[in-house]
């Protein structure tokens, strides 16, 4: 913590859950979308999520998903990339998490980042499907994250204050919380291409001075199959508030590889963040200058009987 830095008022943290549980109790209604009859489109992606970014994709009724997701130091074109070994002997970073679904339209899950050491708690809840005849041209889901810090805040010195420069600074609970919210849409455009875009907004209780506590991000993912079980991805989100000097937003390319029951991904990143509420709004590696971050993520859905997965 900087000397003499302001921090920020927080709102409430009941207010941004309230907003969750409106959004929910709202979609909910509309979630069938008069699509019984209708002959859904499959497989827009291969996962719930990309490589940072979710997707329309649902855990399956009588599954559950476990993940894991890992990201190396930052490498880049000089003498760190052999002595740091690509980054892999940087502090890394690592997430676990677990996805259960409640219906064949909503999943909920939790998980645990290394970083932080936050603990997130996540509700998705697919309101349309894209459909064979266009009648419903994409796909919507709507998708809320909230996490919890909690590692050890830095100390405070007497000369910190909050925003008001009054008021000496001290930490609450609420500082420790931040929010995620999503409207996904996406569209699968041929058996080799699909599709999707994200608006965003996130919020943090606690940021430093200078910065706004919402930022608006608009994530912009694409999958193109290049085989039967392994398709190219990438990602890119650009947001609207607490911009980057250099503009460098948030961008990443994995090679994925995928079954009924496994995805395997090797993940080229700007950051090393696993969460949205992080890797949306945090200073990026200058991948135009070739820094940048090596990993992988594995995903594995369980099955509680043998099941007839349609691709």
């Not at 502090?91 to 932080?116: C, E, H």
């Not at 309101?127 to 889901?141: H, K, L, W, Y």
């Not at 875009?197 to 910065?211: D, E, Q, R, T």
């Not at 070739?290 to 594995?300: D, E, P, V």
Request: hydrophobic share 35%; charged share 20%; with cysteine.
């Amino acid at each position: 913590m900087e000397t003499g830095m302001l921090y920020k008022r927080t709102c409430k943290a009941k207010q941004s859950a309230l907003i969750a549980v409106v959004m929910v109790i709202t979609l909910l209604p509309y979630s069938g979308f008069s699509q019984t009859e209708k002959e859904y489109v499959f497989g827009v992606f291969r996962s719930p999520q990309l490589v940072n970014a979710q997707t329309t994709e649902m855990v399956k009724p009588k599954s559950w998903e476990f993940s894991i997701r890992h990201r190396f130091g930052m490498t880049g074109p000089d003498k760190s990339s052999y002595q740091q070994f690509l980054g892999l002997d940087l502090p890394a970073n690592i997430r676990f998490g677990f996805v259960f679904p409640v219906t064949s339209r909503i999943n909920i899950g939790a998980g645990r980042t290394k970083n932080d050491k936050s603990i997130d708690s996540e509700i998705k809840l697919l309101v349309i499907r894209q459909t064979e005849d266009n009648s419903a041209p994409v796909s919507v889901a709507a998708y809320f994250n909230a996490a919890v810090r909690t590692s050890d805040f830095p100390k405070v010195t007497p000369y910190d204050f909050f925003s008001d420069g009054v008021t000496p600074f001290s930490y609450k609970f609420n500082h420790r919380l931040s929010y995620c919210y999503e409207f996904i849409c996406s569209r699968k455009f041929s058996e080799k291409f699909s599709m999707q875009i994200s608006p965003s907004w996130i919020y943090k209780n606690l940021v430093a001075p200078g910065y706004k506590n919402g930022v608006v991000a608009i994530p912009v993912s694409c999958a193109y199959k290049t085989g039967l079980n392994s398709s190219l991805i990438f990602e890119y989100a650009y947001r609207f508030d607490n911009r980057p000097d250099n503009d460098v937003y948030p961008a990443s390319i994995a090679w994925e590889i995928g079954t009924s029951g496994h995805i395997f991904q090797l993940v080229v990143s700007s950051n090393s963040e696993l969460i949205e509420q992080e890797n949306y709004t945090r200073v990026n590696y200058d991948y135009f200058n070739g820094y940048l971050a090596l990993g992988f993520n594995i995903r594995r859905t369980f099955w509680s009987k043998k099941q007839h997965v349609r691709k």
